[in-house]
């Protein structure tokens, strides 16, 4: 999978396309997905320019997991989950769906199944209430 700077990630990444953010650093954002496959799902994407893992560096990789594990944290105990699915694709076969490393935090409840990946917009207000939920967690994580 080739990087393209006008991928959606990036574009939020430049201020271009809004998110709902949960949390950054210098070098990670981490927001709502707008199409989640459970309630309490966040993207975590480096703000190093990658399509995929293999080209990213090692401090931007390191980073990533960091906030990665903080975010699953929070929403563990923001959301009382069952589980917490952490997944990150590389290219299309992979199911990869949008050309910036990114990597999915999503709750995960006995007996109740994913929804499918990217078929529909969640509320504003819904993706607002769970993401204010999640932040405040955040803080002793």
Same mark, same amino acid.
Request: charged share 20%.
């Given at each position: ?12 990444? +430049? =201020? &271009?396309? $809004?998110?709902?953010?949960?949390? &950054? #650093? ?11 496959? /459970?309630?309490? %799902?966040?993207? @975590?994407? $480096? ?7 293999? &080209? ?11 906030? #990665?594990? +903080?975010?699953?944290?929070?929403? +563990? ?5 069952? =589980? ?6 590389? =290219? ?7 050309? %910036? @490393?990114?990597? %999915? ?5 006995? =007996?109740? /199944?994913? +929804? ?9 207000? #819904? ?9 405040? %967690?955040?803080?002793?994580?």
């Amino acid at each position: 999978m080739t990087y393209d700077d006008s991928n959606p990630f990036a574009r939020i990444l +430049r =201020g &271009e396309l $809004p998110c709902i953010k949960v949390a &950054e #650093t210098d070098t990670t954002l981490a927001f709502m997905d707008l199409m989640p496959q /459970a309630d309490g %799902h966040v993207l @975590v994407v $480096p703000k190093e320019s990658a399509a995929e893992i293999f &080209e990213l560096s090692d401090a931007a990789i390191v980073a990533s997991i960091r906030m #990665t594990q +903080r975010i699953a944290t929070a929403v +563990r105990a923001a959301l009382n989950p069952d =589980g917490v699915f952490i997944g990150q694709f590389n =290219g299309a076969a992979a199911g990869q769906t949008v050309p %910036h @490393v990114h990597f %999915h935090v999503i709750p995960r409840w006995e =007996g109740v /199944a994913l +929804r499918l990946h990217a078929r529909e917009i969640a509320a504003q207000a #819904t993706l607002e209430n769970l993401a204010r939920r999640i932040i405040e %967690h955040l803080s002793s994580t």
